[in-house]
């Protein structure tokens, strides 16, 4: 009978283990970075910074440990469906009194015990409470994959604004210092032109303002731009101490070889990050609901001691020495003062939120997508009006270096026209910078799915 409870206990633990350890698919792959989108802008710097982004942001760094957090409370969830063996050794000296029963004689006398059981306890999963709990677990671990994926999504494209509008502040800033040199000249030829009586004191005035205006203006971009140095280096991992070592494309190198698609079907909404998240979150409120339900149903524990047992340690090992224990259980819990009904209605409210959320959270992403191919479509006619203005103003001021060489214009008229078309310049930079941040901004919409 004992080697028979042996066998039954064995089979029972080698077949419990191998149900319990086949392991689904793994559902995501973590692969948030579109490289070869990013390759359409042609630029070595920005590719490089992405790569150390992905690798030296602490708060990628966290967000993947967090993923990983939730992967091993799935493992560990996992572990109660298997059986719970513990190797528990007992040693117990006892000595009796002497004793008269009777004028029956008993002298005192002392033994030694010894116990070295095996004990396996399992609760029986027929109605697949545990597995369901494994399940909802796998979705939450899954959902934190999702964040992780639209965290990186968010920082990468962050990254990429940040650094475009450094190559911006770079091209505005050389330019407005031009502008400053404009007005500068400007200004003192007005003021030879007041000192023959040929200006008012008002236009002295008004073009020292305006050359004054020019120097606060270089100064109010250098201090943007170094703020914008800051924030690249902290998202690249660098000291913000450090920030002469990041190196960035110019402004006249820069282009976009790809194609921006004028219409985007509302069902990539889908493959966002955030949506599969709130997908993923659905799904495990509907997994806690039938958790939730199988709380009514009974547990049957069960419970088995196979070991040996012996008053000498010499026989302890001894096959007559072993000893053998199996044993099931029925437990159902009859009043509870209405806790599980309660916690059924919390996890059924709990879902209807999430749907409301998720259903929120899809018309969102439609209008985001929706909001970056109008951005796209005005910035892209505003930069072509732009340049059109520009190429107009360019001819005149090409009209007018030709009259001042002739000596029909002044010098000063010539300065007034090239600061005019200075200013259209800034305009250029700031529509063609603009318009690479929409792509960005629709890149970030559709969840890296361009």
Not at 78 to 92: H, M, Q, V
Not at 353 to 372: G, H, P, S, T
């Amino acid at each position: 009978m004992i080697k028979k409870f042996f066998t039954v206990l064995i089979i029972l633990f080698v077949t419990t283990v191998t149900v319990n350890a086949k392991t689904e698919a793994p559902e995501f792959t973590n692969c948030a970075i579109n490289y070869e989108w990013w390759r359409n802008f042609d630029d070595p710097y920005l590719i490089e910074y992405i790569q150390k982004t992905e690798a030296r942001n602490h708060s990628l760094n966290s967000a993947s440990l967090k993923t990983r957090e939730a992967a091993v409370s799935a493992a560990k969830q996992r572990a109660n469906e298997l059986p719970s063996i513990s190797l528990f050794g007992n040693y117990a000296r006892i000595k009796t009194p002497r004793a008269d029963f009777n004028g029956v004689v008993f002298d005192s006398s002392g033994t030694d015990a010894f116990a070295l059981p095996l004990i396996m306890s399992y609760e029986a999963d027929i109605f697949l409470k545990n597995h369901d709990k494994t399940k909802s677990e796998k979705k939450k671990a899954l959902a934190a994959e999702y964040e992780e994926k639209a965290r990186r999504i968010n920082v990468m494209t962050d990254m990429a604004a940040t650094y475009f509008n450094i190559i911006k502040l770079d091209k505005i800033i050389q330019t407005e210092k031009e502008i400053e040199n404009a007005r500068k000249k400007i200004f003192e030829l007005t003021l030879e032109r007041n000192k023959s009586g040929l200006a008012s004191t008002y236009d002295v005035t008004n073009t020292d303002k305006l050359h004054t205006e020019s120097m606060i203006s270089v100064n109010d971009l250098e201090k943007q731009r170094s703020m914008l140095l800051h924030k690249l280096a902290v998202y690249t991992g660098e000291s913000p101490c450090n920030v002469s070592v990041l190196k960035r494309n110019s402004y006249e190198k820069l282009g976009f070889k790809g194609k921006i698609p004028e219409r985007i079907s509302s069902s990539i909404v889908i493959y966002r990050p955030d949506i599969m998240k709130a997908e993923a979150e659905l799904q495990k409120a509907r997994i806690d609901i039938r958790i939730a339900r199988k709380d009514f149903l009974p547990s049957i524990p069960i419970v088995g001691i196979a070991g040996y047992t012996a008053l000498d340690l010499g026989r302890l090992f001894n096959w007559e020495s072993t000893l053998g224990l199996i044993s099931a259980g029925f437990m159902q819990n009859i009043f509870s003062g209405g806790r599980k009904i309660a916690n059924l209605k919390i996890k059924k409210l709990q879902y209807y939120q999430l749907f409301e959320d998720y259903k929120q959270a899809d018309l969102r992403a439609i209008q985001e997508i929706n909001d970056a191919l109008c951005k796209i479509k005005f910035d892209t006619k505003k930069d072509s009006e732009n340049n059109r203005k520009y190429s107009l103003e360019e001819k005149n001021f090409k009209l007018v270096n030709e009259r001042y060489k002739e000596g029909i214009t002044s010098y000063l008229q010539l300065m007034q026209y090239r600061e005019n078309l200075l200013t259209l310049e800034k305009d250029i930079v700031e529509s063609k910078i603009q318009k690479y941040i929409d792509y960005i901004t629709l890149y970030k919409a559709v969840g890296g799915e361009l």
